[in-house]
């Protein structure tokens, strides 16, 4: 594993050098918010910021996506065939995400990648992007990815991370993607004993900062029979309004549905974001819906993250602990307060 120090001066630099060979994305302040979006120059990207209101995860599984185009015209040979819409699959790197992020796309690949299903343009995606990720040196009150098995620190998903040091940045590869990318940045320093200590101590500081919120190891022993019938999902789901913000703003939701939208004689395709926490999102074309009341959908949503999901893959609880839904729910349901009596030991209906 390599690591190479940059000086903050010289950082725009090899950005734009950087830029010269692929795209480059990174978080950027737009408005009210930061956003990841495609960088025109190097001093668009802002390192300094907390957190993005939306996750990445639009980067390989976008909100509104053209799978394909059709034609309907009677006097079109082609009418009827579905040709693929055009997509850029040049190389690019992402730099800033979070490792929280990162480390969710691993766990979105169980469902975009599996040895039954291969969604062509998720993996398309993930094999031609490079993840620069960029340590949290305060995470926020909100964020508990120590407590779901994942850090601020944590290289898991990432091809390089990168530690603000202060005056520079300490950049670690951690793929070998990562490290063809720092052996072509030419003005990176050895990282001094002193630098390497700093980030050390960062790291410690970090971690050190945020607490464990509960334990997953306890939902996991619980009965999932006993967890889906207690009785305190009665209050978890009182207050919800099945608005479906924490799910949009979730990196490990990636449910969608998929639409025709048609004008004249062309059609297009359309693969659209959806949500567990929407009335219709399991209606059934038979006029039954298996989730019609709220209860079932709130219960589903967790139950999803913190149950299911570690008992059919057998890789941690489908949450990185970003924060974004408990920032951003708007009637204040905190999954960690879920997780909290979830992880109760007697959880049996009173
Ligand atoms: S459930 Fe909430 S805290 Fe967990 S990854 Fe999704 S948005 Fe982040
Ligand atoms: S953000 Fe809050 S109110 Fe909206 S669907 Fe999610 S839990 Fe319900």
Redesign the pocket.
Known sequence: MSEIYIAKDKFPGVLGQVMGKCRVYGPVFQGQYHEFAQLNKPEDVDLGYRNTRLSPKALFHPQAEKMFDFSLSKSDPEAGILKEAHKDYSPRVVLGIRPCDARAFQLDDCNFDTASVKDPWWIKRRETTTLVGLACNEPCSTCFCTSVGTGPFDKAGLDVLMVDAGEGFVLQGVTPRGEELLAGISVGEMVSATMAEKAENLKKSAEGSMGKQFDVELIGKNPTLDLFNASFWDEVQFA???????TFVCPTCWCFDIQDEVYKEKGSRMRLWDSC?FPLFTFHGSGHNPRAQKLQR?RQRFMHKLKYYPEKYKGGVACVGCGR?VN????N?DIRHVARLMAAPCICPT
């Open positions: 919800c309004i099945n608005c479906g913000t924490c926490m709130v839904c951003q729910c708007p009637v349901i």
